[in-house]
């Protein structure tokens, strides 16, 4: 697909064909993308946590405020940060800023990669911080960044899209 299709095409699905998996070899090439994503000082904060299992699903639906489609989807990635490797180069800034903007590279990365290979996606981003550490038993200097759900969608193109503020309306030169 082209770039600018793929562009085109991400949207955040939120449901899935929950009978229908997605191939072990497409989760490898989400993440072998994923882990080529830019990190301040090439400190590669990236870190995955794959999960099927329907009870650790479950969990954490129960803490990413309820939101269905976390348990629902055939498999989450949750991308975390290893923010030791961060603050380790740049002190605190590298622990509460690069480490979060260095995840949020990698997972952008992941839902391109799906759209170009027809799997649906989405980013979760509200959750208990705390409570996904302790549900999948991250070291303490591992933040989750985002879960993303992933799975086949059960609707091949969207309704509907929401619209968008005009570009013009959002670019400056020189000033604001």
Known sequence: MEFEQVLRKRRMVREFDVNKQVPEKIIRKLLRNAHRAPSAGHTQVQEFVIVKNPKIKKKLR????DQE???EAPTLIVVCSNTSRSEKRYGRRGREFYSIIDGAFASMLILLTAVNERIGAGFVGAFEDDKVS???KLPQYVKPIGIITLGYPKESEPDERFE????DDLIHYERW
């Open 69 to 71: 489609y976390v348990e």
């Open 62 to 65: 129960e803490v990413a405020v």
């Open 164 to 167: 968008r503020i005009p570009i």
């Open 134 to 136: 302790e549900i999948l």
